[in-house]
């Protein structure tokens, strides 16, 4: 019987002793030797060094699972080319979620192929060769993260990373019969992975199983202070148990297959069969939705793109990622305003729908086509692939892309789950229930059967007791206490401002340097707090490092909420200069930096 690369199946494996990973090194070799190295890997390890790595390997969660990454995506002492020759560089450091999976256990085998500089959905934008998917060698892989999906579902490793701007975390995994997580941004560190949009970029995690791309997210999430981009008020990825009656929303008109009727009819099925699992199938209005999508590549994020190759000599680009990088010069600083304020209406209309469905389910592709068509028409078929997965990141939503069916040639089809940013855990439990109804389903391209996978584990749904505290001063965000709520992960949740009776002082002679929030009945109010949230625990341990005259007491802010926060001794402050017209400890700081 062939080994399934499953992570659960080896973890398993390996605890009775049924194998090992050293076995699960050379037999992943095995593999891809007979497949061929190209045009899947740009670049693979020394076996050698694999394994002389596994006997150094930590023995943590992913140990002795095999891996790779997408080529934009940096590993110490191997060239990151992003599908350019002439951009190669060796980097000295891993990309921060290189180290996490390898601290993890995680072994890695090596770089995958991309559309060059993660530009485009179909993989044919490659020097290094044109991945095709696993199921039709005629037919496109998807793309940008082409190979990191092709080598999943061929069964070569357990796992890899690509990356996703626009839908390159998803559509290659409908092409490919296999999952593909496109977290929330901001929750897997982009330190060390060559921006395609920096400020739309997600690392995608490719896996046979929704309960396999949990565990590489339990162990990929986390805070990462080096990227400017990380979300501090993220939480540990968790699976879930969704909420009962789960409202699941399908857009009210009717939605562009291309006239591939096999992918209309696999999506109405899918939809029959979140029915049957007792959700509740709730129309809503996709326009906002639909018109931040054409946002994309129209407005100014295709300007980011530039960031990465503007001192590139164009005969070294791809022309199809020449052409649509070079249009970025095109757009004008009044045009990117505008198209800011145009999100922001979108986002806002966007939101309303939310109010009607906990979850959106969309086809991740209307449509695939031949290699040979989409050579033929390269811009206008691409963008036919992101029409349901160019507006995730513009509008921050998690997404998870599972496989659902296949048409009558064979090829795979996929639908999306997408959520709230931060629903992550939730989709990946009805993500994986879902999958699971599919009838004889296999994992990738692959003879292992999804029965015999472990399925998710969700979480008991537990709420810690918390409480908010405002903070006014040497806490707040950038400031040189704020560590200390950080390190109690302590979560920012809104900016506000104090009732009227607050006044706050420059306290002289305090190190670092402190304001004192006093309730005088007297004073104006409105002076800005930040209200972070921890445990009760933290909370106790917090309160202890405060010293006289500040404390805790209970604020009175502007709409007559309370919130535990920071008081000051009244004799403290006396002969201290009243600072309250400036409304904050910041504004007072920075009008002193300008003094």
């Not at 180290?99 to 290094?128: H, M, V, W």
């Not at 249009?327 to 729908?353: M, P, V």
């Not at 349901?388 to 639908?415: H, K, M, Q, W």
């Not at 629903?423 to 391209?445: E, V």
């Amino acid at each position: 019987m062939t080994l399934s690369l499953d992570i659960a199946n080896l973890a398993a494996l390996y605890a009775r002793g049924e194998t090992t990973p050293e076995a699960t090194v050379e037999e992943v070799f095995a593999r891809i030797g007979a497949k061929g190295v190209a045009p899947d890997w740009i670049a693979l390890r020394d076996k050698a060094n694999v394994l002389d790595s596994l006997r150094r390997a930590p023995h943590g969660p992913l140990y002795g699972i095999p891996f790779a990454v997408k080529d934009n995506i940096d590993v110490a002492g191997m060239p990151t080319t992003c599908a350019c020759p002439a951009f190669a560089y060796v980097p000295v450091r891993s990309a921060t979620v290189v180290e996490r999976l390898e601290a993890a256990g995680a072994i890695l085998i090596g770089k995958t192929n991309l559309d060059q500089f993660a530009t485009g959905l179909n993989g044919t934008r490659s020097p290094y060769g044109i991945p095709a998917s696993v199921f039709n060698t005629d037919y496109i892989s998807g793309g940008s993260s082409s190979g990191s999906a092709v080598v999943v579902a061929a069964g070569l490793v357990s796992f890899s990373l690509g990356t996703d701007t626009a839908g390159s975390g998803r559509v290659p995994a409908a092409f490919n019969n296999i999952v593909g997580l496109k977290p929330t941004k901001g929750i897997i560190s982009t330190r060390g992975v060559v921006p395609a949009c920096k400020s739309q970029d997600a690392v995608s995690i490719f896996a046979l199983t929704v309960a396999d791309a949990a565990k590489v997210a339990e162990a990929a999430v986390a805070f990462d202070k080096d990227d400017c981009f990380a979300r501090a008020d993220a939480p540990p990825f968790a699976v879930e148990t969704a909420g009962r009656p789960l409202r699941i929303g399908i857009p009210n008109a009717p939605l562009s297959f291309f006239e591939d009727s096999e992918y209309r009819r696999l999506y109405h099925h899918t939809i029959d069969r979140l029915a049957g699992l007792g959700a509740e199938i709730t129309p809503f209005n996709f326009a906002p939705f639909r018109d931040t999508a054409a946002m994309l590549y129209d407005g100014p994020w295709v300007a980011e793109r530039l960031f990465a190759v503007d001192d590139m000599n164009d005969d070294d680009l791809h022309p199809v990622v020449r052409d649509i990088i070079h249009n970025g010069r095109n757009k004008s600083a009044l045009a990117t305003f505008e198209s800011f304020y145009r999100l922001a209406e979108y986002r806002r209309a966007a939101d309303a729908e939310w109010n009607r469905m906990d979850v959106m389910v969309l086809p991740t592709a209307g449509t695939t086509y031949k290699i040979a068509d989409i050579l033929a028409d390269p811009v206008r078929l691409n963008s036919n692939l992101g029409a349901y997965t160019n507006f995730v990141n513009l509008l921050d939503l998690s997404a998870l892309a599972v496989p659902a069916g296949f048409r009558e040639d064979g090829i795979p089809f996929g639908v999306t789950l997408i959520g709230r940013a931060f629903a992550d855990g939730q989709l990946a439990a009805i993500g994986d229930t879902l999958h699971r109804t599919l009838d004889g389903a296999k994992l990738g391209a692959t003879q292992a059967a999804l029965s015999d996978a472990a399925p998710v584990t969700p979480q008991p749904a537990t709420k810690k007791k918390t409480v908010e505290v405002a903070v006014v001063g040497a806490h707040l965000r950038g400031q040189p206490l704020n560590s200390q709520l950080t390190e109690r992960d302590a979560i920012y949740r809104e900016t506000a401002r104090t009732a009227a009776g607050y006044r706050l002082y420059a306290l002289p002679g305090t190190t670092p340097p402190k304001p004192g929030l006093v309730f005088e009945g007297t004073g104006p109010g409105a002076i800005e707090v930040e209200i972070w949230e921890m445990d009760e625990a933290a909370f106790g341990s917090f309160v202890a490092l405060i010293p006289a005259p500040l404390g805790i007491g209970t604020l009175l802010l502007e709409g007559g909420r309370q919130v535990k926060g920071f008081l000051c001794e009244s004799h403290a402050v006396r002969g201290a200069e009243d600072i309250t017209e400036f409304g904050g400890w910041r504004a007072w700081l920075g009008r002193s930096a300008v003094a």
